[in-house]
Structure formats: C-alpha cells, structure tokens
C-alpha cells in the first residue's frame, strides 16, 4: 500500500509570495495533520483535519491555512511568506483508532 | 511552540552497543510515540505505547510508557550502522472531538561507529 504523499518535494519561493502544498494521505485514513520542521528540532504542529473539518491548530499565524477534500487529500496554504518560513512541511495521516500518525516525506521550502 | 525535554541530545556509540534514551514532559499524555528520522526524509513511526506502564518491543528497540504518563524511555539492543539518524519522542493528549496533535521531543541524534 502507498505511504502518504506530498508533493512538490522541494519549492523554492520568494519573500511575499504565496504557496500550496499538498498531501494525499495512506488509503482509508480520514485524518490529516500538518507540522513544520525547523532545521535541528522536532516538528511542530499546525493543523489537523478529519471528515473535513478543522479538528485543531497550532500556534502559527493566519497567514497558514489549510483545507481538506471529500477524498481526503488536504491543502497547506501559506500566504505573504517570510524568510522565516524556512523549513520541512510534513503532513501526517491516521485512522480515528490507534491513534498513531504516518508521515509523508515531506515538502522542503525555502524561502528568499 | 512546546517540546518535549529529550536526552541525550546527541549519542556516539560503537556497533554492537546498547543504546538509552528519555523523553519528559510537564504535562500528562495518553500516548507516547517514537520515531526515527534520516536526513531528508519524513519521521518513520518505530514504536506505539498507550497504557501507562506499558513496554513493549519491536525487533531490537523496547519502549515503555512512565507510569506517570510524563516519561518515557526509549532502548535499542545492539546497534547497528543502519541505526544512525535523529529519534524523536511524540506525545499526544486527546479529549473527545479534540485534535489529535503530536507534541514533539528536540531529537536525539545517534551516530554508530564501526
């Protein structure tokens, strides 16, 4: 079975500018969940969806948002970027029971 | 934002050797996670734990859940080269409709020496 994907794999972007990663999670998972990873620590989060719906969030600022498809695949949104949005996307996905979260590969942004 | 205090932050060994690490937290958590991370690549999930108490095993690695759900501790059995990379303690404290979000250690780096 596929794990979860993301794509792209590496986005090099501007100061000011916007970006959409994505991510289709492991087949029958119905949660999704977004961290960003800083060089040297562990991730942090920033959201969670499940059936859609935004079940959590993390403290980053509204310039972050997120969405979640009908067949479960979800979008980060990151406006008006700063150099300090930098860092390693991951998204997760997981069934309601274990709750155990699978990680993607990732989405590497740099920002200059 | 919040991490988890995990130690050591770094570890050198040599092949064949026993390896320990701990995660703590001031908050209380009903599952704790491990994972381990190679350079670029996203956090593969190693070991699960959802009882205080519990120990369980995965291959060479043993894990337990601190009986005050603030702890936990993470051992490897005879390591080898394959072993290197960063290890990361989760934590995850949940209530009904509450998000399930994974509270990070800052990593343990492990490098085996031959």
């Known amino acids: 079975d596929a794990g979860v994907t993301q794509s792209p794999t590496h986005l090099i972007k501007t100061r000011g500018q916007h970006v959409t990663l994505r991510c289709s999670p492991i087949s029958g998972h119905k949660s999704v969940s977004w961290y960003q990873q800083v060089l040297g620590q562990g991730p942090q989060f920033i959201f969670q969806y499940y059936e859609k719906e935004e079940r959590g969030r993390g403290n980053f600022p509204d310039r972050f948002s997120a969405r979640q498809f009908p067949n479960y695949s979800s979008e980060l949104n990151v406006n008006a970027l700063l150099l300090g949005d930098s860092a390693l996307y991951l998204c997760?996905?997981?069934?309601?029971?274990?709750?155990?979260?699978?990680f993607g590969p990732g989405t590497r942004l740099t920002v200059t | 934002g919040q991490q988890l205090n995990q130690s050591p932050q770094s570890m050198f060994i040599q092949e064949g050797e026993d390896v320990s690490m701990n995660c703590t937290s001031s908050s209380i958590f009903n599952t704790w996670l491990w994972y381990k991370q190679d350079p670029g690549e996203g956090p593969v999930l190693l070991i699960a734990l959802y009882k205080a108490g519990e120990l369980t095993s995965n291959g060479r690695l043993t894990a337990q859940f601190g009986i005050t759900r603030k702890d936990s501790f993470l051992n490897i059995s005879a390591s080898i080269p394959s072993d290197v990379g960063i290890y990361f303690c989760a934590g995850q404290a949940f209530s009904s409709g509450s998000a399930r979000q994974l509270t990070f250690g800052s990593g343990t780096q492990l490098t085996v020496l031959p």
């Open positions: 997760a996905s997981s069934l309601p029971y274990p709750y155990e979260q699978y």
